[in-house]
């Protein structure tokens, strides 16, 4: 990675990641690799749009806890608004979502 391709800390901070708790998932009529995510953010729920389908069914999502760009500015994807991203490591097999191994609340601060 070059130096120009890297961010200083407050460029970091600027970006708010949060706990939330996946409460419906969906798939979206006519999308090969995107699901429709209703996530607990605490304070609010909100709808996210993530490209997961290769390694995800709607099922094994609900209840998980995973991390979210909440700040966001909210972007129409196939027509669905999403209002967040979720992070997720890219590997050959697909999409791995990053999770927590205990359980944490909607909403929490994530450093």
Known sequence: MSEDEKIN???FFKVELKVAKVLE??????ADRLLRLRVDLGSETRQLVAGIKK???PQE???KHIIVVANLKPATVRG??????LLAAS???G???ATFDKDVAPGTKVK
Do not use: F, H
């Not at 669905?80 to 991203?85: A, P």
């Open 9 to 11: 800390i407050d460029d």
């Open 25 to 30: 998932a969906s798939e979206i009529e006519g």
């Open 55 to 57: 390694s995800y069914t």
């Open 61 to 63: 999502l609900v209840g």
């Open 80 to 85: 669905v608004e999403s209002q967040g991203m």
């Open 91 to 93: 590997t050959e097999d």
């Open 95 to 97: 999409p791995v979502l």
